[in-house]
């Protein structure tokens, strides 16, 4: 359930409700919204009586909230969540495009990535250091020489540094250098990972599980957002279903239905999505159309030359279109990028 605070409550009355819930042996999150504050209870509320806490000086109201995912509900909170990324934000009326090599192959060729998306448009760099890979030959990143890359980037062209973390114990090291922590599809219900990077200050970028279905993606961010940290990113990237002509399937419909169900940003992930650089600027608008909040994109110097994912990744000059024709379609729908 959640308490709604009266628009002018006092510190000491909203204080005094905090006390309240943990009396009741719930766990309060207080979301400061524009206009008021409401507390949400998670925990076990089969024996608790909203009327106790109804009661309290300075609430207006208490109201169960219906949703197995409680913190990431439009019923805790109505407006947006826009977290702030590089020289935009994401969830805002300006969308924001995150783009790189799907892994960091070396310091040369991250440099020039980073320089060539940054002047078509984007708000932030993506490259993985640690890469999960199906096959255990396969090239697996470069580690902590590929953030040390990425920081470098960073420093020269401003993008903010969106990097996958892929074991719990890695979050510390990864934090150190990213400006957001990235939970990769095949570990979106690794619940240790989603609970070590709860208790980070970086936003988490979360990738819906490939098998996952709405509610379990949603309580997959849950699981971050009951700990500490309430910058949360759902990316849609596509699911496994039987047809095998696309990597994955894109399911358009999941953007306006997580927007409807969620104040957390949603983007698309047109790259993984389709795995072919031919259909990723058409589902990039697509999703935009959609009412996505923003893209992440795999571009690489020369994709014919790529470790991972060449197959998908878009030439510089792939990207600069890409961002011209969903500028476009982001017009037509009442917002910009
Ligand atoms: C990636 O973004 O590099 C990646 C591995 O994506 P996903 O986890 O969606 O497969
Ligand atoms: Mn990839």
Redesign the pocket.
Known sequence: MIVVMKPGATPAEIEHMIRRVKDLALTPHVIRGTERIVIACVGDERFKAPEQLAVGAGVEKVIPVLARYKIASREVKAEPTVIPLGSGSLGARRLGIIAGP??VENRAMILETARAVKEAGAIAL?G?AF??RTDPYAFQGLAEEGLEYLAEAREATGLAVVT?VMAPEQVPLVARYADVL?V????MQNFNLLAAVGESAKPVLL??G?SADFEEFLLAAEYVLSRANKQVIL?E??IRTFEQYTRFTFPVAMVPALKQATHLPVIA?P??ATGRADLVEPVARAAIAAGADGL?V?VHPDPEQAL??GAQSLTFAQFRRLVESCRKVAEAVGRTL
């Open positions: 799907c892994a993506r993985g890469k999960p996958e990235q990769g599809a095949r570990n990738k819906r490939m990316c990237r596509g992930d790259s993984h992440i795999e991972v994912d």
